[in-house]
């Protein structure tokens, strides 16, 4: 989304960042810089440091959730506190007079490897915005669903040859709830099936019909859709009512449709149509 866009669209995607407690990329560049110059010397601004790390949200499991193992343990690793522990020691060394620079660049370097996982949830976190909207129950209901992400499948049945799981949405009633797998290359439909859950869908694979209708909705770019687009479409969806009919009525004629030279096939097959049928 533009930064200071004012759209009913980009204030959804910044609703779902919020719900998901996600940290600014800005409040991360911030703290990165001032601590790589505390790093490579042991003098910095270490005010800056605390102001960024003061943003940072703590997600806490709920005391009900019965999360265990590497399930626990992927999540915790988000909470900030091992920062927060690690800045105090850092102010605490700056902030004597005779300060050791090569402890201050020790504590600084280990801040950064422990930005990590905030790295992780700022960056994974538009993908979410993008894809899902603040009224989806997953989202609106779980502050956790971002940090809940298995980028690796380390359930009972994962299967350790899969390095990088396809997406999907797992729900769950145990442990610590539905989350999202893999990696995003297919994120806009495990978002359409999450999204879909609970809704009444009929017939064979009507969970699957919807949850790939939504994806298709949110993962067109409208602001690209002009009114020349909508003439071209009707004026396809006429061509290929007239060819279904006439194929009909003239069966032999239209038994091959492979065939390019009846020119009516032009427009019903956009990706082989010539620029010189295109509609202005």
């Known amino acids: 989304m533009p930064p200071g866009s004012s759209s009913r669209r980009a204030i959804d995607f910044q609703t779902v960042l919020e719900a998901q407690k996600v940290p600014s990329l800005d409040a991360l560049f ?5 601590a790589a110059k505390l790093s490579n010397g042991g003098v910095g601004d270490v005010a800056t440091i605390e102001k960024g790390i003061a943003t940072f949200a703590s997600v806490p499991l709920p005391k009900t959730a019965k999360a265990e193992g590497k399930e626990k343990e992927s999540i915790n690793r988000y909470e900030p506190a091992q920062i927060q522990k690690l800045v105090a020691e850092l102010r605490e060394k700056a902030g004597r007079r005779k300060a050791n620079p090569r402890d201050i660049e020790k504590i600084a370097r280990e801040l950064i490897v422990a930005l990590e996982p905030q790295v992780t949830l700022a960056l994974a976190a538009p993908v979410y ?24 499948d380390f359930g009972p049945q994962a299967r350790h040859a899969e390095l990088l799981s396809q997406s999907r949405f797992d729900q769950q009633s145990e442990g610590a709830g ?24 009929g017939g064979h694979a009507g969970s699957e019909a919807i949850a790939a209708e939504i994806a298709a909705i949110r993962g067109a770019i409208w602001a690209r859709l002009d009114e020349s687009d909508q003439r071209l479409l009707v004026l396809r969806i006429e061509a290929a009512r007239e060819w279904i009919v006439e194929s009909a009525r003239r069966p032999a004629e239209f038994s091959r449709p492979e065939r390019r030279d009846h020119g009516i096939a032009f427009a019903v097959t956009p990706s082989r149509t010539p620029h010189r049928h295109r509609v202005p």
């Open 178 to 201: 539905s989350y999202f797998l893999g990696g995003f290359a297919q994120f806009g439909l495990a978002a359409g099936t999450a999204a879909s859950v609970g809704w009444k869908n």
């Open 30 to 34: 911030s703290i990165y810089g001032a």
């Open 129 to 152: 915005a993008y894809f899902l909207r603040s009224t989806d129950l997953v989202v609106s209901e779980d502050p956790l669903l971002l940090r809940k992400h298995r980028y690796l």
